[in-house]
């Protein structure tokens, strides 16, 4: 009982400090982005004392989480009236904001980010903890692999407030223009630091790269959320110990950023082709975009391994790619 007073207290002087500064401010324009998760979990200013307990507690309630130097007000569908009622006027005038135009956007999803410009909010994250996803799925072949995933809540977490993170770094340690595509390995790798730092070693973050990769095997559509090629750099590079050295995550991405794959829209619009005809296609065609293939080989490796074990991967990567000696 005491414990749950103590987080009562805690929150309310969160939403305090929080109307306080909103209050303060002057909100100058929002747009929505769009992301992909399953349901976050909540963040208060105390963050280092919740987070050790945040995977058991019921996502009730509305509440502000860090955004480097911003604030974010997390909502769940079920409070929507009245998480959108604790934003500025200003914001809640703007037709994102509206609690009809949310609803309609977010639809099936799971979680979505509207993306505030202020020198206070960062933005508003918009969760359905009932489509809270537990295992990720994948056909190779005849047969359908399925991958469990673990504290999935707090993964989510970490990755929207990577997308909002990084939004904010744009024009300093991040180019001014990014793409879809950049905003969800960028989302990833901000989810991996956060791994690192907070469970001091990377099997969740491997899980990461193992759901992206079955995620693009199931449907070459998921290309667009595909992150294992930026996560498997890192991994390749440092180890969970080097990682928590990288206590800023400004720290963290000013030296992986330089060393992550550039490519253009026709790349990935053959590595896209080389997935559908890899595993959709009924009969093999191991000559099928071959230059495309070494990369797509390296990355998708470990999680065939993991699926399938090593000696049936080499033995099925024979048979798809003429570049597997």
Request: aromatic share 10%; hydrophobic share 45%.
């Amino acid at each position: 009982m005491l414990r749950y007073w103590q987080r009562s207290l805690l929150t309310l002087l969160s939403y305090s400090l929080a109307c306080a500064a909103l209050l303060a401010s002057q909100l100058v324009n929002a747009n929505p982005f769009m992301s992909q998760s399953v349901a976050i979990v909540p963040v208060i200013a105390t963050q280092a004392i919740v987070e050790d307990n945040v995977a058991n507690d019921d996502i009730r309630h509305a509440y502000y989480t860090p955004i480097a130097t911003k604030q974010a007000l997390v909502c769940p569908v079920s409070t929507l009236v009245r998480c959108v009622a604790l934003l500025p006027t200003s914001l809640q005038h703007q037709a994102a904001f509206s609690v009809a135009n949310i609803r309609r956007a977010i639809g099936r999803k799971s979680a979505m980010v509207l993306v505030a410009k202020d020198d206070i909010i960062a933005g508003v994250i918009i969760i359905n903890p009932a489509k809270e996803v537990t295992e990720q799925s994948g056909a190779i072949g005849l047969t359908t692999y399925q991958l469990p995933l673990a504290e999935q809540t707090q993964l989510t977490l970490w990755h929207e407030i990577g997308h909002l993170y990084n939004i904010a770094l744009q024009d300093s340690i991040l180019p001014s223009s990014l793409s879809k595509y950049q905003h969800e390995w960028l989302a990833d790798l901000y989810l991996l630091w956060r791994i690192a730092q907070h469970y001091h070693q990377l099997d969740l973050a491997w899980q990461q790269f193992h759901r992206r990769n079955l995620a693009l095997i199931n449907d070459s559509g998921n290309l667009s959320h595909w992150s294992s090629p930026q996560l498997q750099v890192v991994l390749s590079h440092y180890d969970a110990q080097q990682l928590q050295h990288f206590t800023r995550y400004e720290d963290f991405l000013t030296a992986v950023y330089p060393l992550m794959p550039t490519w253009s829209t026709r790349d990935m619009g053959e590595f896209s082709s080389l997935v559908q005809r890899t595993f959709g296609a009924v009969q093999s065609l191991p000559e099928y975009m071959f230059w495309r293939q070494p990369k797509l080989i390296e990355v998708l490796s470990p999680t065939l391994e993991q699926l399938m074990g090593k000696a049936e991967t080499q033995q099925w990567l024979k048979k798809q790619f003429s570049t597997i000696k």
